[in-house]
């Protein structure tokens, strides 16, 4: 909370949308799984945590980055305890786009955004509502990465949004030759709740969720 006293010369700060909205709306509840038996189940993960290999993509196409951070202005006299919910503006597909962009990719030093796998056209958001949707495109038909790159938006997703949120992550059609399956994969909450069971797995999630240069 930002506090100046009367007569105090002070410059209005300038935040993200994104941390603007986290003041609005304080603690961000974490979205709770069933815990199931990663063991006897869901097998079918354990092999993304698995990064050994050859890099299937060598060469991936590289776009340049177009978005940029939206900012606001606070009033640095304005209590954000006080605001309700008409008072504060609801979430955007900019929003999220802001949330995601950095994801780092699995196989390469470079970003969701940096690779077109994700854009701000992909995303919609019906708030009200409560749902959000966001279709990505791997770089290549057959990236055995996939599913993986759309857990990491998943659980990115789960952890800045409120609970109130339905979050759908589907690659985007005709992109992947296992479109279908990797689909059903990522939005089977039982499924998603059972793969961040393997610390090995949840450890490669959040290398790729953590922003360039983070500890």
Request: proline share 6%; net charge negative.
């Amino acid at each position: 909370m930002l506090h100046y006293e009367i007569g105090e010369k002070c410059e209005l700060p300038k935040v993200s949308f994104s941390d603007f909205l986290h003041q609005l709306r304080g603690t961000i509840t974490k979205k709770c799984f069933k815990t199931l038996s990663i063991n006897k189940k869901f097998s079918y993960w354990r092999s993304l945590s698995t990064m050994d290999g050859p890099i299937q993509n060598a060469n991936p196409l590289i776009v340049t980055e177009k978005h940029q951070d939206s900012m606001v202005v606070l009033n640095p006299y304005l209590d954000l305890d006080m605001l309700d919910e008409h008072c504060y503006e609801y979430v955007t597909s900019d929003e999220i786009f802001d949330h995601i962009r950095n994801l780092m990719d699995p196989e390469h030093p470079l970003t969701l955004e940096q690779l077109n796998v994700v854009c701000s056209e992909n995303i919609s958001v019906e708030d009200p509502g409560n749902t959000v949707s966001v279709l990505f495109t791997p770089t290549i038909p057959h990236c055995s990465m996939a599913t993986l790159i759309g857990l990491c938006l998943r659980v990115k997703l789960l952890r800045v949004l409120p609970a109130r949120f339905k979050v759908t992550i589907k690659i985007y059609p005709g992109s992947h030759q296992s479109e279908e399956a990797v689909n059903k994969q990522l939005n089977d909450k039982e499924r998603v709740a059972a793969a961040l069971e393997n610390k090995h797995l949840l450890d490669v999630v959040n290398k790729c969720i953590r922003p360039a240069g983070g500890s």
